[in-house]
Nanobody, 120 residues
Framework: QVQVVESGGGLVQAGGSLRLSCAAS????????MGWFRQAPGKQRDLVAA???????NYADSVKGRFTISRDNAKNTVYLQMNNLNPEDTAVYYC??????????????WGQGTLVTVSS
């Protein structure tokens, strides 16, 4: 059973910065990708950013130029550096890890979510 632990959420003023971290426990699975989704009240959960095992990244248009995702493969950890935050970034941020195994196929694991609140 792979566990994912998030940290780094909180309250920040508009224009400020926060850094989210997500660590996945080691397992027999290989990590295919790690990323962050967010869900604001009354809205669906959407992709914010993701990084594949080869290092390629994908960002939502709304965060391009402000957020940076990075990954430490040795630590099974993904980071999301969020700069120039605005109130529209307020949401619960969820870490997402896609795992793969020759024997067991592909699985997806979600973190418990961390709240980011940006005040105007």
């Amino acid at each position: 059973q792979v566990q994912v632990v998030e940290s780094g959420g909180g309250l920040v003023q508009a224009g400020g910065s926060l850094r989210l971290s997500c660590a996945a426990s080691r397992s027999i699975f290989s990590i295919r990708s790690m990323g962050w989704f967010r869900q604001a009240p009354g809205k669906q959960r959407d992709l914010v950013a993701a990084v594949a095992d080869g290092g390629s990244t994908n960002y939502a248009d709304s965060v391009k130029g402000r957020f940076t995702i990075s990954r430490d493969n040795a630590k099974n950890t993904v980071y999301l550096q969020m700069n120039n935050l605005n109130p529209e970034d307020t949401a619960v941020y969820y870490c997402n890890v896609v795992l793969t195994s020759v024997t067991f196929g592909t699985r997806e694991v979600w973190g418990q979510g961390t709240l980011v609140t940006v005040s105007s």
